[in-house]
């Protein structure tokens, strides 16, 4: 039996024709190693076990902040929310002005000019739900138009759905030319805005799955595979962000680039952030450390790592209301 | 910018929450005693600090202690009912559950293997044992051997220094269940679990004299072993020795168990989950440093797929983290003895001698303590003796095969037989070769997970009898 990724590893060029046809796709997707659940289940249970301690934790706690995308996706957002979570992410502490900013704000793409105007130059980039999010059930050029707008506004990333319909029943070719053709919008806006491939792994379900899914988002192009919308539970667990990260890994090691992660969804204390990058460390290690390649996509987590930030500066637990609540 | 990397920082486990003391006497008939005999010392093979002082057994103190347990059976625990059997090795369950943290930090003190393991792993697993054979205490004339099936009388169990207090568990809550008073003797590096698992004992009430717990070296675990009047002899430990016991026993009415070594074959086929498969073989050879009788010390991976995995193995190994076994993040801990490092050392070396390519982990080894980095040596055939022989270490062995057959022939060609893995995503392969496996133990898809519901025993040079599960009630009991 023939196995792509090792192919992949002696040839880096062999990557070109895996997307020719359905059946080359397939046959690249099936042919990826398998993932035993009970042992990727066991392995990120492992690493939770990790202790983070003291300076560590300090470190942890600055690094996660600053790789949160502030999210509010909800119908009742009102330019007074969005508002208030850009005065969030510059200063997320506002007593405190050595907290990092985050990396983002995540809205809805009608809300995008507005945060773009609310952030300026501070470093904060905004990033657009699209592609008819969260179930992805539109048109291709209702989802391409979607994205246009995001862009126009002046969208920083993009953060599209795939079409779980499609990869269900099996139909890989147009999951992949759907993401590529996303990509083609932003390549031809020419804002070099980042595409994140959100992948809703709870929908999708086996690990298997989430192991093909990540390879055809990287197969066409996106700059970051992303878990969850978080409108669906389970979101982003553990053991689907090692599944992703191996894969992410995996890329790397036949193409040389580095493609980013992105967990959102019910992660929600300092403990779980302090989890997720152990994860990274132990899977694809420092260099993902960075708000370039590794994003957690979260609301409530900024003010439990802000109060745990507190605790480690004062030595002392001060309590929901020492944090805004926005 | 490029990222700083994640440092963690030391998480010791407190140290404070046991009390050791200078020195220890032994456990007979519910009191500590004074051995007549010398004493050694207990040392944390991580820090070659010296723990404490433990008794060497004499000949007397042995035959003081089979008396007690003779006499604890005759006249209290051979007259205890199932159901009251069974209060005792519940009540002891608890009080390790209460206590284990205590057992732990001991453990990893004395033995050197990383906290995490014995918190998580071993002494889970001590009360899990407890609280399964408890319930079988009061069910034996349903466990399949007859209506009303006896204990033997007085067991002497023999245990080794890899797992102390889960050996112990394994040996003595079955004896316990099915009526059976003990006398047991741990390894003399690794005594203090046992020691602190009699204060336990007599915490639980359990009647004097049913639970011994003499300590000291090879002599004293002979004398144990041949003293005439033992009915049951439980050994753990080297085929070697094993060998010698079996001779002893022979022509005498003891019925004999042995859990001895082993050269387990882990099979990787090609369409094998890999990142899975990796952890496996981790998990297979380097957990417990490697001193586990049923590890996975020889790698047999199929050839088309033998690079990757052992480019994969190599890195995964780099991010292991040896050191301070008290570490709450420490994935590998230190050899337990000097003795056992020489020889760990030696095999490495024959390795060396015989051609195959050693590639180690690049990690600092502490200055004081055993240690041996996480090894890994290549182009192994099945001539070699790294191949054939226990090394009991973190050493793992890579050979390769080109056939389902292969594998299966590689994989029994070896005197032992306690173990093997198989690692494939076809179902009916994993039957098809698991049956064709003359081990004990079949894993697939995984490696090195236990339980008390599940038996374990090997196959040739590794043993006979069986150990868990309700197969293990019959070497405790008077049946065939």
């Known amino acids: ?326 | 910018m490029p990222p700083t990397p994640f440092e963690y920082a030391p998480a010791p486990e407190s140290r404070a929450v046991v009390d050791i003391a200078s020195s220890y006497g032994l456990f007979i008939d519910g009191e500590f005693v004074e051995g007549t005999g010398t004493t050694i010392k207990s040392i944390n093979p991580a820090t070659e600090e010296v723990l404490a002082e433990i008794s060497v057994a004499s000949d007397t103190d042995v035959d003081r202690a089979v008396k007690a347990a003779r006499r604890a059976y005759t006249r209290v625990w051979s007259k205890t009912s199932g159901k009251e059997r069974a209060k005792y090795l519940f009540r002891i369950a608890r009080l390790v559950q209460e206590r284990s943290r205590e057992l732990a930090v001991l453990e990893t003190l004395d033995n050197g293997k990383p906290i995490k393991e014995s918190r998580d792993v071993d002494i889970p697993l001590v009360a899990a044992h407890f609280f399964y054979y408890a319930g079988w205490a009061d069910k034996l004339e349903h466990a399949g051997f007859g209506p009303n099936p006896r204990p033997l009388g007085v067991a002497a169990q023999v245990i080794p220094w890899n797992f102390p207090l889960l050996m112990l568990a394994w040996k003595i809550a079955p004896a316990l269940a099915a009526g059976n008073t003990v006398v047991l003797k741990p390894a003399e590096t690794t005594s203090l679990t046992a020691l602190l698992f009699a204060d336990i004992c007599r915490q639980a009430e359990l009647p004097p004299g049913v639970v011994n717990i003499i300590t000291g070296a090879g002599e004293t675990g002979r004398a144990l072993v041949e003293h005439p009047d033992v009915d049951k002899v439980a050994f753990t430990g080297s085929t070697e020795v094993g060998k010698a016991i079996a001779r002893s026993v022979a022509g005498t009415d003891k019925k004999l168990t042995l859990e001895l070594g082993g050269k387990a074959a882990n099979i990787v086929f090609d369409d094998a989950p890999i990142d899975q498969t990796v952890e496996g073989i981790v998990a297979g050879i380097f957990f417990n440093q490697g001193h586990v009788c049923c590890a996975g010390s020889r790698l047999l991976v199929q050839e088309s797929v033998a690079d990757e995995v052992v480019d994969r193995l190599k890195r995964r190994l780099s991010t292991l983290r040896l050191g301070d076994p008290l570490d709450k993040n420490t994935d590998i801990g230190a050899i337990n003895s000097l003795e056992q490092l020489e020889r760990i050392r030696h095999l490495a070396g024959v390795g060396d001698d015989e051609g195959a390519e050693r590639w180690t982990a690049d990690c600092d080894l502490p200055a004081k303590g055993y240690w041996f980095a996480p090894t890994v040596f290549t182009g192994v055939s099945q001539a070699h003796r790294i191949a054939r022989e226990e090394i009991f270490g973190p050493v793992l062995s890579v050979l390769t095969f080109r056939t389902p057959a292969e594998a299966i022939e590689k994989a029994n060609n070896t005197p032992y037989g306690l173990s093997a893995g198989i690692w494939t995503d076809k179902g009916s392969r994993i039957l098809k070769v698991a049956n064709a496996m003359r081990a004990g133990v079949v894993w697939a898809n995984t490696f090195n997970r236990f339980d008390p519901t599940s038996p374990f025993g090997g196959y040739k040079e590794s043993g006979y009898g069986r150990e868990g599960g309700r197969h293990g009630l019959a070497s405790y009991l008077d049946v065939v």
């Not at chain 1, 200063?91 to 002005?97: A, G, L, V």
């Open chain 1, 1 to 326: 039996m023939s196995r792509p990724p090792s192919d992949v590893l002696a040839d880096p060029g062999a990557l070109v024709d895996v997307s020719r046809s359905d059946a080359t796709l397939r046959r690249f997707l099936h042919g990826l190693p398998g993932v035993d659940q009970v042992g990727a289940d066991a392995r990120a249970a492992a690493l939770s076990t990790r202790s983070i301690k003291t300076t560590a934790k300090a470190f942890a706690i600055d690094l996660a902040i600053s790789m949160i995308d502030l999210t509010t996706l909800e119908g009742n957002d009102t330019p007074g929310k969005v508002r208030s979570l850009c005065a969030k992410a510059r200063h997320p502490d506002p007593h405190d002005p050595t907290v990092p900013r985050t990396a983002a704000v995540c809205v809805y793409s009608d809300l995008v000019g507005l945060a773009k105007a609310e952030l300026g130059d501070s470093g904060v980039k905004v990033a657009a739900v699209a592609t008819a999010f969260p179930s992805g059930r539109a048109a291709l050029a209702v989802k391409l138009a979607d994205t246009g707008d995001a862009l126009r506004q002046g969208a920083d990333e993009i953060d599209m759905v795939i079409d779980r319909g499609a990869y269900l029943s099996g139909r890989y070719l147009e999951v992949f030319e759907e993401i590529a053709a996303i990509k083609q919008v932003i390549i031809d806006d020419g804002s070099r805005a980042h595409l994140k491939v959100i992948l809703e792994t709870g929908e999708l379900q086996t690990y298997d799955n989430v192991r093909r899914a990540s390879w055809i988002a990287m197969l066409a192009g996106a700059d970051f595979i992303k878990t969850s919308t978080g409108k669906i539970s389970p979101a982003a667990t553990l053991p689907v962000t090692l599944v992703m990260l191996e894969a992410c890994r995996d890329w790397r090691a036949a193409t040389g680039e580095l493609v980013g992660m992105k967990p959102a969804g019910g992660i929600r204390t300092t403990k779980d952030a302090m989890k997720f990058l152990v994860l990274v460390n132990e899977t694809v290690g420092t260099e993902w450390l960075t708000p370039d390649l590794f994003r957690i996509g979260a609301s409530s987590l900024l003010n439990d790592l802000l109060l745990q930030r507190q605790r480690m500066a004062s030595g002392r637990y001060s309590g929901p209301d020492y944090v805004t609540v926005d």
